[in-house]
């Protein structure tokens, strides 16, 4: 009887006994068998990897090392012409901003529309809800190029907007609204919206009714409600949004790429004509590892800000 | 009046994003070959025409073919990664989940261009193995994602009530971790397909002259061509798509996963 | 390798040929004359140069030719750079200036004159001075419109500079259109566009405000078919085509002020798998049965001399003998190409 | 009913868990004889489930012994165990039906299938669900789906039934009928039980010992009434029942665990106390709110404890602050002189009731009163 062994003086320093994922086969023998399994369940993955990811931009970063050599001849090196190239000239510093300014735009204007949407889908105790949350999705099915050929169809000069204008005499000429950047990033905008209205839904686990329903009871406005209540709750799945629509504006092609008419250079468009037109391979690898690395920046400064959120 | 303009806000909105997919859908009945929307009589000759297309059909076939061989082989090694980085123990286990998910925020553009360089020396530009491991890359993420969900989201005392009755592991996981996660791995399939069946960029790249997916068909068929045959082909593809999603919503209850 | 696994490899090697003769629509590969795989332009192309050259040649000689498609000539040297190693073409059809990139890294091989005798027929302006392919067609750059919308049609390139605004399609550098007409554009203000191309970039600054799009998608010939944009610069063997294609809604206008031709040249890739195959192909290409068909077909000049074009082929083609020609150095071109382009960015499209 | 042959047998155990300085479970050894039902009942974080997961083979111990029938387990795979275990979710597969998720360890131990069929059916009679068997977990109630679990894990006739908070799920009411339903299967079957709860209802109510868990070791490892009426710490007596504590200022041992205290409150008294105290310093006396008898100040009835009279005693005296009514039982907190609040739990009687504000005395019987040591 009595105690094994008796208390010692150390408060609340005992974690957590509980919820500790095992490992599927613990016990001391056993340890070097369960490092064979996971490898066996890791090395089919990471071989997968290598082909498809890890070694093409190996490849692309050594590609970005060669020159360009007279006559569009590919020439085997180590230097950082092309590199030199894009960085010491003004114009593809103007396509870096270009790229940046459209994948901000895209985002803003993606997440602002989407915002009022997941918060209806979210809110709404409508039966019809689940078609009315796939029917913002649904996009999502369907290819990229046929949704950018159904846009040059409204916007283009002979398009849906402008027949409609000019039968009504509120235009004399057809509005430019296709060839160009405007009509691409209108495309893109709606082309991309439905991951963030996807990111958004699932972001806004933390909007409880509740709240903003005992926010309105202690007597807050509505503006107040949601300016201290609802926006700050949903700011997380903000964030996930903008920077979704941010990270697949940048890189978008088809879509610019269809109705840009020549006046859009952006990164994407700029790498693939270097790529498959002019053939400068290490020139088009040098600009993909710069948007590589734009793209790297802007995700390190959103985790910052992220964690910054979190903390405020 | 308030409650007015937000109803008539949310309508604007879902027009915007239904928009070209309606325009889509009437364009496809047209007569003419124009790309407006003319007040003709409807017509279903776009509709024929695709059946005798061979390049969509063509295409159509390769897309079907490399999106499955890419959702069963992302599946088959998405999922013992998952089950590593759920279920075991080890160093490195952030960098390993996050090496994974990776590829997701690399722009295609970027990785079809790798992917190109990879390819042209060894042969595999134009080719069914290479869009399946191009897929592959960028499907892997997704796979993941669902699956390691659908594992965090299962009971792990189930894994061990399993065991503690006499199960090993390999018995555990297909008796009782298998059935559990099987939603998700469905859902993380499709999505691999849909992505893969819908890619564009990486496939323009990698296309060659040799096979070539239907985005990549369509691509260049707008290129030298724009009429109606463009949007019965997408109307048909938006059909196939719904019918995909309806299937698995019944058998799996895709919503729960997705939602999850 | 042991001598078992031999059978293996065969049966597995049997499977692959299998399937990708299946995929390839299932040519008869071993027949007895044997094969040449051709690279050439994609689409209309490769649909009227199959019917008009690689048919005849087939029935003539008994080697299948296959036509592989690409969609320019810079895929195609990527694909030749990408399996240099091993080629699986035997021929290319490509832009003379891409060709002269492709001599430069050593893809190509030098024609023997003895096994190609038709080279010698091929005219001065097609020749290479270092013994490679010569040219096989010629085109030169036009000015398509629709003719149900614009009831003036234009007579030269300058009149671009007088229609409605926002109505032009004009495919810009690096496509070789405009780099085309920049050298039309120089020639016609009396610069020397291999000396100072600024006042040429100058005067093609003042056509922006007219263009519609600087990269036409779909292309030039269906933009103004349908009416989506009234004029066009775009090639004549295509403009005919399409022209007749559309029933007369394209116009296609012989330009007053200028030609300027584009020259694809027909090459052996070095180390070719069919060599004499080959070199009987570019012969035959150079044959006046298959330069008088391919123009009756789709209005590519013919290279040579010794051609005899019925009329009404003859004055819908341009001949190499016009004297408006606007000689083009493609070659020195290939190296400019590039300053051109951004030339064109910076002041022609930005401004 | 418990015999002097330990069945399981823990020695030295310890857990420590990587990257954490002090550990989970701290060498704590334990016996458990053949049949017994033995709770691990601590607050969270004490390391009782980290045990049982040991015992149970999901975690491996950093150093020490489980010891079942005279064989160390440790280095034994889970599988291979032979236990049954109930978990606090039921961790019931979902994917079965009733019948199939009793019937898994039988399959797994590869029993023809007739011989499965007859036990489940046999062990669904059991916990009386035999009426269920083919439906799945999530048509069933929390309560059945309880006994579907328990079914589960005892149809093995498991060396050890593990029940890892088995009751924590359920709504109050059920969870009574459960520890009754539980401790009876468990008695007529026989089976070894280790049961880890926070719940000291729980744990008095069912379990034939009860080991106290608190920073990972064990605080005392005594049946229930020991454990109440004889707490080993000041932590068992706080964390089991409710308790006065009145510092000592000497204490005189004086043998067999008796002792002479003395403190400020009460003066000196004799009382029983644990073994082996020596100095007054921190020892306290430990007194049951219910067994303290209160009447109004100037009342000429004796206190009350328990309602009876108590003929002696200390009495102190004090000042009602809050009286908290539950029925049965009201709730007193007295203010007394040397500033501590003692608490008086009173049964209630018709037409008495002290108020807030009533000066009131203290009385109780020193037998009542047990002296704990520092910690």
């Known amino acids: 009887m009595s105690a094994a062994k008796t208390t010692q003086g150390t408060p609340g320093a005992a974690p957590g006994d509980t919820s500790r994922p095992a490992p599927l086969l613990p016990g001391r023998g056993n340890r070097s068998r369960t490092r064979w399994e996971l490898l066996a369940l890791l090395i089919p993955g990471l071989i997968g990897l290598l082909l498809a990811f890890i070694l093409p931009v190996l490849a692309m970063f050594r590609m970005s090392l060669n020159e360009h050599g007279t006559a569009g001849a590919l020439v085997e090196t180590i230097s950082i012409a092309s590199y030199q190239a894009v960085l010491s000239d003004p114009f593809y510093w103007q396509v870096i901003w270009n790229t940046l300014v459209m994948g901000f735009g895209c985002a803003l204007a993606a997440v602002v529309l989407s915002y009022p949407l997941a918060l209806f889908l979210v809110r709404t105790t409508s039966k019809w809800k689940g078609v009315l949350i796939a029917l913002a999705i649904a996009p999502l099915l369907t290819s990229a190029v046929a949704r950018t050929f159904g846009w040059i169809a409204i916007l283009g000069d002979q398009g849906m907007i402008n027949s409609v204008l000019l039968a009504l005499g509120v235009v004399e000429t057809p509005l430019r609204m296709n060839n160009n950047m405007f009509g691409s990033t209108v495309a893109l905008v709606e082309i991309l919206m439905p991951y963030s209205i996807l990111a958004m839904i699932s972001g806004f686990g933390r909007l409880n009714p509740a709240l903003e329903e005992a926010a309105g009871s202690l007597g807050a406005s509505k503006f107040k409600v949601f300016t201290k209540v609802t926006l700050p709750l949903t700011l997380p799945g903000i964030f996930t949004g903008f920077l979704l629509v941010f990270v697949l504006a940048i890189s978008a092609f088809v879509t610019p790429r269809l109705m840009g008419g020549g006046r859009v250079f952006i990164l994407a468009t700029e790498i693939y004509n270097e790529a498959t037109q002019t053939l400068n391979w290490p020139l088009a690898s040098a600009l993909a590892m710069i948007l590589l690395v734009v793209f790297g920046l802007f995700i390190l400064l959103y985790q910052r800000a992220v964690k910054r959120i979190d903390q405020g | 009046m308030l409650k007015v303009l937000h109803r008539a806000m949310i309508v604007a909105i879902y027009l915007f994003l239904l928009a070209p997919i309606i325009v889509v859908f009437f364009i496809s009945f047209n007569s003419s070959n124009r790309l407006a929307l003319a007040f003709e009589p409807p017509s279903l000759q776009w509709y024929a025409n695709l059946l005798s297309n061979q390049g969509f059909i063509e295409g159509a076939r390769v897309s079907f073919i490399t999106a499955s061989i890419t959702a069963i082989v992302v599946l088959l090694i998405g999922v013992p990664v998952s089950l590593a980085v759920a279920r075991y123990r080890f160093k490195f286990k952030g960098a390993v989940e996050a090496l994974f998910i990776s590829p997701l925020v690399v722009p295609s553009v970027v990785l079809g261009l790798g992917l190109l360089l990879v390819f042209q020396p060894i042969g595999l530009t134009g080719t069914f193995a290479g869009i399946v491991i191009a897929h592959t890359g960028i499907t892997i993420p997704y796979v993941i994602r669902t699956t390691l969900m659908s594992l965090t989201t299962a009971d792990v005392s189930c894994e061990e009530a399993a065991k503690v009755l006499g199960a090993n592991s390999w018995t555990t996981f297909r008796r009782i971790t298998l059935p559990i996660i099987f939603p998700g791995l469905i859902a993380g399939a499709v999505m691999a397909f849909i992505i893969s069946f819908d890619e564009a960029v990486i496939s323009l790249f990698i296309a060659g002259s040799g096979r070539v997916t239907l985005p990549v068909e369509m691509f260049r068929y707008l290129q030298y061509r724009s009429d109606p045959e463009i949007a019965a082909l997408s109307v048909v593809l938006i059909l196939i798509s719904v019918i995909i999603v309806l299937v698995v919503e019944r058998a799996m209850g895709l919503r729960k996963v997705m939602n999850g | ?182 050298v039309l554009t120089a020639d016609e203000i009396g610069a020397d566009y291999q000396q100072d191309i600024q006042p040429a970039i100058d005067r093609l600054a003042e056509l922006a405000p007219k263009v519609q799009t600087w990269d036409p998608q779909p292309d030039s010939y269906q933009l103004v078919t349908n009416d989506s944009a009234q004029y066009a610069i775009a090639w004549n063997a295509r403009s005919q085509f399409f022209s007749d294609e559309s029933g007369g809604t394209l116009g296609a206008v012989s330009p007053e002020d200028g030609i300027a031709f584009q020259v694809n040249t027909i090459n052996a890739i070095e180390n070719s798998p069919n060599p004499e195959a080959a070199t009987q192909f570019i012969d035959y290409a150079l044959s006046p049965e298959a330069q008088e068909a391919f123009a009756a077909q789709m209005f590519y000049a013919p290279t040579i001399s010794n051609v005899e074009l019925p009329a009404e082929v003859a004055e819908r083609v341009s001949s190499p003998e016009d004297p408006s020609i606007v000689e083009i150095d493609w070659a020195w071109m290939a190296d400019e190409r590039d300053g051109w382009t951004e030339l064109w960015r910076r002041h022609v499209i930005g401004g | 009913m418990s015999s002097a042959q330990a069945h399981l047998e823990l020695r030295g155990l310890n857990k420590t868990y990587p990257n954490t300085e002090s550990p989970a479970v701290d060498s704590i050894d334990l016996n458990v004889a053949e049949g017994e039902l033995v709770a691990l009942l601590g607050p969270s974080g004490c390391g009782k489930t980290t045990t049982l997961r040991m015992v149970a083979g999901l975690l491996d111990p950093s150093a020490g012994e489980i010891v079942v029938n005279g064989k160390d387990l440790v280095g034994t795979p889970v599988h291979k165990r032979g236990m049954g275990m109930v978990f606090q979710s039921y961790a019931l597969f979902p994917h079965m039906t009733v019948a199939e998720n009793v019937g898994f360890g039988l399959q797994m131990r590869k029993l023809p299938r007739k011989e499965v069929k007859d036990r489940v059916q046999e062990a669904l009679a059991m916990v009386q669900l035999d009426h269920l068997a083919q439906r799945r977990p999530a048509a069933l109630s929390g309560g059945q789906q309880q006994r579907v679990a328990l079914a589960r894990a005892l149809v093995v006739e498991p060396t050890l039934l593990l029940l890892d908070e088995p009751l924590s799920n359920l709504d109050a009411k059920l969870r009574e009928a459960m520890r009754r339903e539980i401790k009876q299967i468990q008695q007529r079957l026989g089976t070894t039980t280790l049961f880890v709860t926070h719940d000291q209802d729980e744990a008095l109510d069912m379990a034939d010992k009860i080991a106290i868990m608190h920073n990972g070791v064990i605080a005392q490892y005594a049946p229930p009434e020991e454990i109440f009426d004889r707490p080993a710490t000041r932590f068992v007596a706080t964390f089991v029942g409710k308790a006065n504590f009145i510092e000592a200022t000497e204490v005189v041992g004086r043998g067999g665990g008796r002792y002479r205290v003395s403190s400020d409150l009460l003066g000196t008294l004799e009382v029983e106390g644990v073994e082996g105290i020596e100095a007054a310093e921190d020892a306290a006396l430990v007194v049951r709110p219910h067994r303290l008898g209160v009447r109004r100040r100037g009342e000429s009835s004796a206190p009350q404890i328990g309602g009876e009279i108590v003929p002696g005693g200390p009495v102190v005296p004090g000042r009602v602050v809050d009286s908290a009514y539950t029925g049965n039982v009201r709730s007193l907190v007295v203010d007394v002189p040397d500033g501590q609040q003692i608490m008086i739990d009173e049964l209630t009687v018709r037409d008495r009731a002290l108020a807030i504000g009533d000066e009131v005395e203290i009385a109780f019987d020193p037998d009542d009163a047990f002296l704990v040591g520092s910690r």
Do not use: K
């Open chain 3, 1 to 182: 390798m042991s001598r078992t696994h031999i059978p293996v490899l065969g049966a597995g090697a049997s499977i692959l040929m299998l399937a990708t003769a299946c995929g390839g629509g299932g040519g008869a590969a071993d027949e007895a004359n044997g094969e040449v795989n051709i690279l050439g332009y994609a689409a209309a192309f490769e649909d009227n140069y199959t019917a008009a050259v690689l048919d005849a040649f087939e029935e003539e000689t008994g080697i299948t030719a296959n036509f592989v498609p690409a969609q320019n000539s810079a895929e195609m040297l990527g694909q030749l750079r990408s399996e240099s190693g091993n080629p699986t073409i035997d021929v290319v059809i490509m832009d003379t200036s891409v060709a002269n990139t492709a001599i430069a890294e050593g893809l190509l091989a030098e024609l023997d004159p003895a096994e190609v005798p038709n080279v010698e027929n091929v005219v001065e302006m097609g020749q290479n001075p270092d013994g490679y392919g010569p040219a096989v067609t010629f085109d030169n750059l036009t000015i398509i419109y629709n003719t149900e919308s614009v009831t003036e049609p234009p007579a030269s390139f300058s009149d671009l500079w007088e229609v409605p605004d926002n109505s032009v399609a004009i495919p810009a550098p690096p496509d070789i259109q405009g780099i085309a007409l920049t």
